[in-house]
């Protein structure tokens, strides 16, 4: 179990170090990122003197270094429009990304378990036609529409919901549903497929044959199994789910770190885009992580290995 | 998960696909399609939104880019004086809103299909390089894909087109070549079974060189992956340039697109509701479609699938 842990780990250094390179390289696509947020009124001399300021004078192997290193005591450098560190920025947004992040992969899972099971026990008949076409539909729409539907239903025509921000408890209900639902239909089809593998299986036979209570076979034989397969495909879609949430906060307004990124895009503050999509990735590696942790629990036959 | 025929619907394709062919492949194609409901409609919806992009011009009912301030925010089915109908509304500058959706599946049509054309070959050959060559060079090449896949596409694309600057072929070129990563992995998986296949050792054993192995042989037989993938990689990367054309990095007017369709609607959401309905109704079935031929691919291509007949 110790080997399973260290052999992540390594893999976990190794995936963020391929990271920290893609987003240093990402700024440096522009050509000059002195240039970018340098005023036009700046003469050559100013710029250089900018640039000799922010280290971009540098060969860019070292300037690599210097970004890694710092990044890894928390140090992005300072927001060009904020004049504070990035780091700062980013912590402030985080708390609000996972509490969306979470109340929209709960509203997909409890739409999307009981759905796809129901979809696989009731397979092929109108009841499976519906789920299997509304799973189809939310998985075609783009989010930020759905959101943008929402707020015209439940905001301007009936008044019910706030629109922006996040000022009150209600705030959340727009943004985590519109998120929710793309989850459920990303996850309903997916659990209904792994239902429907594992309902094929010989101890679900045995256990239907011994006599057991249809019930039973189902939640404590077969929903079990097929939990494997559901929380894999869970980890997947967390990265959709990180992705949407990008514009969905755009959309609502909603303080998280996703909007941070948009609104620092704009502007061009480079740091705090860097911090953000560090972030953005060691969340989804660290998310994984846990569920590869899960999968053990879930699953005795799987070794760590 | 394995892909078993599901209903004898699907197990009489199979058996039609593997029959020897009768009539020319095109119409043998179209006559499995049309077993199929759910292929078919993807294929009815496809076809339809191409040909919409082509022919916008000569099908739309106004012109696009026309400005009457007089007619703005005009809601559906809106009757000027001259007796012009206006069926989908007006946008904030009386723009027509029926011509404008018409108007922007042409930059959909051509994102969706240039993008994953780019993406798709780099994939292709990346995954086959991997997995062909093996060893170090393989664990480098994967690892790199683990690294880009831990970033979610989309913020990936949103950063990048951030710093790069938008407009249609940039982004396009952006979409091209981040899309590729989902291609890698599963390419190289696929190279790994097929490298081991008798073919190829006879291949080798009549003297071919590792080159003419790797693209005679070798690709043919994991093509259809790609094309599987193609199908999916069309859908997200026609909603990945609706989010960052609405997110203001993507397509910059006076071209029109489905997302900055949207953007503007979400500036007049409290007032005019169908400008954000209708471009959201317009990409949603054009990925509808796109996934319901995907679905159908996947079935019709899967090796095991049709293994088993």
Known sequence: MRGFFISRLIQLIVTMFIVSVVVFFILRLSGDPILVVAPDFFSEEQIEQMRRFWGFDRPLGEQYLTFVTKAITGNFGTSYLAKRPAMELVFERLGYSWMLAAASAAIGLTIAVPLGILSALKRNSLLDLVITALSSLGTAMPSFWLGLMLIIIFSVHLGLLPVFGALEAKSIILPSATLGVGMAARLSRMTRSAMLEVLSQDYVRTANSKGLQHKTVILRHALRNALIPIVTVFGLQLGWLLGGSVVVESVFSWPGLGRLMIDSISVRDNTVVQAGLLFFALSFILINYAIDVIYVILDPRIKFQ | ?309
């Open chain 2, 1 to 309: 998960m394995t892909m078993a025929p599901q209903t004898e619907e699907q197990a009489k394709d199979i058996a039609i696909a593997g029959m020897p062919a009768r009539r020319s492949p095109p119409l043998q194609l179209l006559a499995i399609l049309m077993k199929s409901p759910v292929g078919m409609a993807g294929a009815v919806i496809v076809t339809a939104v191409v040909l919409i992009a082509i022919f916008g011009p000569v099908i739309s009912p106004h012109d696009p880019l026309n400005r009457n301030i007089r007619s703005r925010f005009k809601p559906p089915g809106f009757e000027d004086t001259s007796g012009k109908v206006y069926s989908l509304g007006n946008d904030q500058l009386g723009r027509d809103i029926l011509s404008r959706i018409i108007a922007g599946s042409r930059v959909s049509v051509l994102v969706g299909v240039i993008s994953v054309l780019i993406s798709g070959t780099i994939g292709v050959i990346y995954g086959l390089i991997s997995g062909f060559v093996g060893g170090i060079l393989d664990s480098v090449l994967m690892r790199i894909v683990d690294g880009l896949l831990s970033i979610p596409f989309i913020i990936l694309v949103i950063a990048i087109s951030g710093v790069v600057g938008a407009g249609l072929s940039t982004l396009i070129l952006i979409l091209g070549f981040t899309g590729w990563i989902t291609y890698a992995r599963v390419i190289r998986g696929e190279v790994l079974k097929v490298r081991e296949m008798e073919y190829v050792i006879a291949a080798y054993a009549l003297g071919q060189s590792r080159f003419k192995v790797m693209f005679l042989h070798i690709l043919p037989n994991v093509v259809h992956s790609a094309i599987v993938l193609a199908a999916v990689q069309v859908g997200v990367t026609i909603l990945a340039e609706s989010s960052l054309s609405f997110l203001g990095l993507g397509v910059k007017p006076p071209t029109v697109t489905w997302g900055l369709m949207l953007s503007d609607g979400r500036q007049y959401i409290n007032s005019a509701w169908w400008m954000t309905l209708y471009p959201g109704i317009a990409i949603t079935i054009t990925v509808l479609g796109v996934v319901f031929l995907g679905d159908w691919l996947r079935d019709f291509l899967d090796p095991n699938v049709r293994g088993r007949a």
